[in-house]
């Protein structure tokens, strides 16, 4: 399922694209999963476009809670195993699903330049996301990568893009540099993709989504966000995003030690 030149890739950029691992009948079944995070919203759903805005901007996380077909995905599709062969761990648990649906003619659908990981309660290396596209991902539409910047041992705060563009507050991070306008010093990358594809990366890339600007395609990406064998909590003030609901466990300590919260996926 994962050639070496795939791990070496992850590990070395931080990134890897994998053709053809997720079977057209888990594309099909996550087809319907979305149709119905998009009708019945759940509680974290969110609508980033405005209502004087062009098109529909819609996200959804831990949809795998609510959503039978989603916790099946996540469970016992591939996307566990892909994550532990990749970061060489020996379990996988789940820290939570997420849904990017952009629809077609929706200009303002950019996510720009972040890392994941400083959004989310978790310290430890081995913490990978799979983005799974369910259309076709033209150029224009795709993710980018500033390859090998996961080990670049920098953190940067989150921010709220989507809203009023707030930092996280905590002395921890620092300030994202405006990396759109340095591109001619990075290496960046990306590829386009069929449904059946797979991007795997590390929670500590920088990487940005491009909008769907598109006229026709529907840009919908349902993603996993997994933890491997040297994942703790870190508690952070104030609280990151992710988790919504703190876990009961100690500043430090396993996040496998919270399986209800970080349910086991793999193998
Ligand atoms: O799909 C996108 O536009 C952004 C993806 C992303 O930032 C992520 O999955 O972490």
């Not at 890392?115 to 290396?125: E, H, I, L, T």
Request: with cysteine; proline share 10%; glycine share 6%.
């Amino acid at each position: 399922m994962v050639s070496e030149a795939e791990i070496k890739a992850y590990r070395q950029d931080g990134v890897t694209v994998l053709r053809n691992v997720i079977d057209p009948k888990w594309i099909e079944f996550l087809r319907v999963a979305v149709e119905k995070a998009l009708v019945f919203a759940g509680p974290h759903a969110e609508i980033y476009t405005k209502p004087e805005d062009p098109g529909l901007f819609f996200n959804d996380f831990y949809m795998y809670q609510r959503i039978p077909e989603f916790r099946e995905f996540a469970f016992n599709g591939p996307c566990g195993e892909i994550a532990g062969r990749l970061m060489g761990s020996s379990q996988i648990d789940l820290f939570n699903d997420h849904l990017f649906v952009k629809e077609p003619g929706t200009p303002g659908s950019r996510v720009p330049w972040h890392q994941d990981q400083p959004y989310c309660a978790v310290k430890g290396r081995q913490f990978c996301s799979t983005w799974v596209p369910l259309d076709p991902v033209p150029q224009e539409t795709t993710v980018e990568y500033i390859l090998g910047s996961h080990l670049w041992e920098r953190w940067f705060a989150p921010f709220d893009a989507m809203r009023d563009g707030a930092a996280h507050g905590s002395q921890e991070f620092e300030r994202i540099p405006d990396f759109e306008a340095e591109r001619e010093n990075h290496n960046i990358a990306s590829w386009t993709l069929e449904p059946g594809d797979c991007l795997a990366f590390h929670a500590l890339i920088v990487h940005q989504g491009m909008a769907n600007p598109t006229s026709t395609t529907r840009r919908r990406a349902v993603i996993g966000r997994f933890l491997g064998d040297d994942a703790t909590y870190a508690e952070r003030e104030p609280r990151c995003e992710f988790p919504h609901n703190p876990p009961p466990l100690e500043n430090g300590e396993p996040l496998r030690n919270a399986p209800e919260d970080f349910p086991h996926v793999w193998p």
